[in-house]
């Protein structure tokens, strides 16, 4: 009989099933432009097995179609770098075996890494991992096979709002964070800076320059006038 601890509970699945049907319908989207690209049917299929990548996917496929195959590779390397210091966060939770590790970064997306470090928990946060990783990976290699088969029909997700989910959904897990002043400080710099060098850095830089908002984090703290220091206990030293 399985115990309380060791089931995810029904929020978590709740929230997986509801980013999977997304993962689903973007996926669709992708396996749609691809074909409608003029690209074989066979590349969608690898390209989200081998690179599980979403976004730079999308960036690779139009590079692609564009007839510049280096350009599509730098910029998904580009656009990828964010999970270098993600990878740095999960690393305890994915565990010390080389084949967790192997498989746990590949599974490695924003949405997993977001749901991951809400939970405080380092069991629970493990089990999340897995959960979310699975679910995702599979739920976006469905959702490119439906899009092939369907071939065009979907057409562009920004049309349906679908290039808005995942942003969306990770700004709802960060939420509770954002109550403690340091990172809320980090967060707003590091947003307003991406969306002030969006007009004139290449897709993917922007991204990475947001995390110039972590400096925040090490500005020298003053201290505050309004309260007094607490008096030393009797008999103790002062320095």
Known sequence: MRTPSRTPDRVLLRDAAAIAAAMVAVGASFGAIAIAYGLPTWVPFVMSTVVFAGGSQ??????????????????????????????????????????????????????VVAFTLREPDPARRRRTYWLIGVTLFTSWNAGTALGVLLGGATGDPATLGLDAAFPAGLIALILPSLRDRDTRIAALGGAALAVALTPVLPAGLPVLCALLGLFAVFRPHRPDPTKTPEPRGVGEASC
């Open 58 to 111: 999308f960036l690779a496929v139009g590079l692609f179609a564009a007839g510049n195959p280096i350009a599509a590779v730098a910029a998904g390397l580009l656009l990828n770098a964010r999970h270098l210091p993600f990878g740095l966060a999960v690393a305890a939770t994915i565990g010390p075996r080389w084949r967790d590790r192997l498989i746990g970064s590949h599974l490695m997306t924003d949405e």
